[in-house]
């Protein structure tokens, strides 16, 4: 069957949409969240049909198309389509004998993952493998296949390289912006660093939106391959690259659903370490009341997978428990905290001594880890090569060879200032409060809106002493934020 092709001007972000005329369907017998194939010249894509009642928008004997879907077959407004009809992937079926609490085979899983790459999957389909895995969990060797899977069906990063090293923090602590310190100072160390970062989902600001404030973060991969040969290392977003692909389309799903399944967080991270070709990784693990991890328990049976996992796949993987009950750093948002990581490396007396000093323990437990340094010595070398300016050397070469930008640094220009309205010690920072007020007042968007903190756990304050400060471009997210600051009980 032939249908005209209606641009409908709608990007999903994710799964291949067309909307067919309601009498179409009924004609076909197709019926919402069918697949159908739709073939142009000598390209073709599988599709998920949506169905529309209004004639007006979607005329008989038209297919309404996605961007996505639009590209993906090169066509445009007028053009003419074949359809055909289309089978229910296999995948649907090992989707649902996970759902029942079956164990999948590698076979089935690399199947479903070049399903979700290749969008062939739906929605609501995906979320079933998301809540399959979240209600019956996944065994060891299910998640080496999973991570297997997501690097197979991604491309992969390649430098003749001995070692190559990474970092990753599993989030949850605003601020902590510790790779952009890590990173520098252990290409000024010599060695290798491929750092490939996320931007923000739920938090204010990820790496990739930070460092993007300082140079380009989008770089093909023949310029990536490039700058780490120059600089050893860089900070880009990975999401501008087919690594690990399927992982990217899945953490949206567990975002929204707020579902994060053990075994498909580890295999989301070493997956994107795994594409990279590291051999030595350091896993940062945040735990405590108001972090991801909420307990030393959870945050122990993450390090015992990460390592077995990591040793499995041919890596050496060491993991650090950190303390994640409060922001790290002052600055909450793109620009601020940019700011305090070139305060950092400036070695500026401005500079947040907590990033500081969690950089240096991070760049410290790498040295050692490829024998760069005794054990209990490498943080002594990771503070030396900061303090001789050589890591700031390295960030400036890193920030040129991806592409430098020129900001001011300069946060919002309508502020406001939260002040103590009592003398006392402060005992607690909650880190989601304090993460949704920066987002209500325009992160990560927004890169100079954010948060600016005064006084960290511990400090003393007297009555009408700055606690933090608001930042935002314009009135009305100021009020906004302001409003979540008055109702959240914290600092008020």
Known sequence: MRLQVKDVDIATG???????????????????????????????????????????????????????????????????????????????????????????????????????????????????????????????????????????????????????????????????????????????????????????????????????????VSLTVDKMTKVVEKTNACIIWGGAYNLAAADDKLIRLRHSLSLDPIGMVLASVLAKKLAVGATHVLIDIPYGKGAKVTDKKQANKYKDLFEKIGSKLGMKVRVLLTDGTHPIGNGIGAVLEARDVMWVLEQDKRAPCDLREKSLELAGEIFEMVGRAFKGQGKRLARFILNSGMAHNAMKEIIKAQGQKNPDLLAGKYSYHVKSKVNGKVKHIDNKIIAKIARVAGSPVDKAAGIYIHKHVGSWVRKDDPLYTIYANSKQKLNFAKEIAKNSGYFF
């Open 14 to 216: 994710n799964t291949l949409v067309a909307i067919m005329n309601e009498l179409d369907a009924k004609r076909f017998d197709l019926h919402f969240e069918d697949r159908v194939k739709l073939k142009r010249y000598r390209k073709e894509v599988i599709v998920i049909i949506d169905i529309s009642e209004n004639s007006n928008f979607i005329p008989k004997g038209s297919i309404g198309l996605m961007e996505e879907v639009l590209s993906a077959l090169n066509v445009k407004d007028g053009d003419n389509v074949r359809l055909e009809f289309e089978k229910t992937p296999k995948s649907v079926g090992f989707i649902k004998k996970k759902l029942d609490g079956n164990e999948i085979s590698k076979n089935e899983i690399f199947e479903i993952v070049e399903d979700v790459v290749e969008n062939r999957l739906s929605t609501i389909e995906m979320t079933y493998f998301v809540a399959g895995c979240y209600n019956h969990g996944l065994s060891l060797k299910e998640s080496i296949n999973l991570t297997k899977a997501m690097v197979e069906t991604g491309d992969k990063f390649n430098i003749n390289r001995k070692q190559i090293v990474d970092k990753h923090c599993i989030g949850g602590v605003p601020g902590n912006r510790t790779t952009m310190v890590v990173v520098p100072i252990l290409a000024a160390g010599g060695l290798t660093v491929p750092k490939t970062s996320s931007r923000s989902i739920t938090s204010p600001a990820g790496t990739a939106d930070t460092m993007e404030v300082l140079s380009n």
